[in-house]
């Protein structure tokens, strides 16, 4: 197999500056190294964190493997939408990204992928022309390479402040999806906290295989919109992941503990060497 | 006209609906039903008619004319079947080499648990990786609202016209005005700000044309509307699939405004 990794220029690798979570359950502060620790649970009361992008990749990739690709992206205000311009300051300082997503190649289990993790804390990870171009890019390397996509997906859906413009990705990221796919190439996505809008109506129910983490919230329409527009009452486990498996919408729910295992046997499957 | 006054003009309710419009433009018409997989949304109007001499594939939304006919329709709202439906009319068009036409009014998918349940998401994430890799030529028009997601499971198209007064949005701007300002009061800022106008969809990239707008001679718009989606069709029609795939692929890869450096340190 070729190698993918090849004239990759080295990114930042892993965010090692230290940084904090809040508990959304128990309001109480943790440090990233206690979350590292803990599998990004709350040491306090036990409850599932969302887990920040560059995070994400160093918990599947095999220690030393990701390369980052497209790390000098990042979100313009051209709209000039009121606030926008402040939004992305602040969440580029609070997380030292430049875009709600991380793309790149790694290894996990030895077997060789591009990936891209959506990180929440940068407004909400929707997906807007800094996101879609990433994902669209990621999408025709790995064509180019011939190398499977994980995608792990969270996201307030498309972001309104770039307007029309944000629409357009989803469009953009399923053209390449499907250049992908038609090149007989895998597609596995991980739906994570929260998974909704413009990206479940896209690239987040586009995998050929759809994996989704215990307890992620994964829909379409806002729970609270449904709620005013159809005065309907919901049940508790509407819009969840074992929701999404009851209705036959994804294939598997995956603990965290058991994703780096279960990812690289999938890739294996499809890799080179499944074929003989 | 700003850009609250014409997201008025569109949603007005003596605007010609999606069936006005298949009336107006496609002769000797076979309505087709069902999705073949959980049932019927009458939302979407969908069958085989002639434009001019050309058989095509009609697919479109519809609001409804009265009252118990937007009930029926959910004002204009699909449900996964009706997207569903619409994705079954578009391979049979492929499978016969009939272009697709499509005509979007829509505030937005359908909102609710029905929906969820029977998977709204995926039903507009398939139509958007299927008209990709569709192998006929689509066209599309926005004849009045084209609102979010819902909008585009029909729009991934060839060539895409807005009438007039027609908007197209990532958001409702009541919706936006309501996250943004926390006040639905506000929509006419939204509007303003989230730029819906048929010329911003041009400026954008994201339509090919406007399509003005005299619903006082419907007759004789419909007749230029046909002359003008005839001529297109003429011309892509005699296109080979595999450019005329390639070009649907950039002309949506195309779209984006971003900043880019090579620099990464932080």
Not at chain 1, 8 to 14: A, I, M, S, T
Not at chain 1, 206 to 220: S, T, Y
Request: net charge neutral.
């Amino acid at each position: 197999m070729r190698n993918p990794f090849r004239h990759l220029p080295q990114g930042r690798p892993f965010g090692n500056e230290e940084y904090e979570l809040t508990c959304p359950s128990c309001r109480t502060v943790h440090r990233r190294s206690e979350l590292l620790t803990s599998g990004f649970f709350c040491p306090s009361c036990g409850a599932m964190l969302r887990i920040p992008a560059r995070d994400r990749i160093r918990l599947l990739a095999d220690e030393g493997s990701f390369a980052e690709l497209n790390a000098g992206i990042s979100s313009l205000d051209f709209l000039g939408f009121p606030g926008y311009r402040e939004k992305i300051d602040k969440a580029r300082a609070a997380t030292g990204e430049r875009s709600a997503v991380v793309t790149g190649v790694m290894r996990v289990e030895g077997q060789p992928c591009a990936v891209y993790a959506m990180d929440a804390r940068f407004i909400m990870a929707s997906m807007g022309a800094a996101v879609g171009e990433k994902i669209t890019r990621l999408f025709e390397y790995a064509t180019k390479m011939r190398l499977p996509v994980l995608g792990v997906t969270c996201s307030g859906g498309a972001r309104m402040q770039e307007g029309i413009v944000s629409l357009m990705q989803m469009a953009k990221c399923s053209g390449a999806v499907r250049r992908h796919g038609d090149n007989g190439l895998l597609y596995m996505v991980l739906l994570t906290d929260p998974t909704t809008g413009g990206v479940t109506a896209s690239i987040a129910m586009q995998g050929d295989i759809i994996l989704a983490e215990p307890g992620a919230l994964v829909g379409f329409a806002g729970r609270r919109v449904i709620e005013q527009t159809t005065g309907a009452t919901l049940p508790p486990d509407f819009q969840t992941s074992e929701f999404l498996q009851n209705h036959g919408f994804v294939d598997m729910l995956l603990p965290r503990a058991e994703q780096k295992k279960t990812i690289g046997l999938l890739l294996r499957q499809h890799g080179k060497e499944a074929a003989v | 006209m700003t850009a609250y006054e014409k997201l008025k003009a569109a949603r007005a309710s003596d605007r010609p609906k999606g069936s006005d419009f298949v009336r107006g433009l496609f002769r000797d018409r076979v309505e087709l039903c069902g999705d073949r997989r959980y049932g019927e949304d009458p939302s979407i109007v969908a069958g085989i008619g002639y434009l001019g001499d050309r058989a095509v594939t009609y697919i479109a939304i519809d609001k409804g004319a009265d009252m118990a006919d937007r009930m029926k329709k959910h004002f204009g709202c699909p449900m996964p079947e009706g997207y569903r439906k619409a994705l079954r009319l578009m391979k049979q068009a492929e499978k016969f080499h009939r272009p697709v036409i499509c005509l979007i009014d829509t505030l937005g998918a359908y909102c609710g648990a029905e929906g969820e349940e029977r998977g709204q998401g995926l039903a507009i994430a398939e139509n958007l990786t299927e008209m990709m890799g569709l192998r006929t030529p689509i066209l599309s028009v926005v004849i009045g609202e084209g609102g979010s997601g819902g909008a585009l499971a029909l729009g991934v198209a060839d060539r895409v016209y807005m009438l007039e007064n027609a908007v197209y949005s990532v958001i409702t701007p009541d919706g936006c005005a309501s996250i943004i300002w926390k006040d639905a009061g506000r929509v006419q800022d939204a509007a303003e700000c989230l730029h819906i106008t048929a010329e911003d969809m041009v400026s954008f990239g994201v339509a090919e044309g406007i399509i003005r707008e005299d619903f006082g001679a419907f007759d004789r718009m419909c007749g230029q509307m046909r002359t003008l989606l005839s001529r297109d069709l003429g011309v892509l029609c005699a296109r080979p699939v595999k450019r005329l795939l390639a070009e649907r692929y950039r002309r949506f890869r195309r779209i984006g405004i971003y900043e880019e450096s090579e620099a990464i340190e932080h």
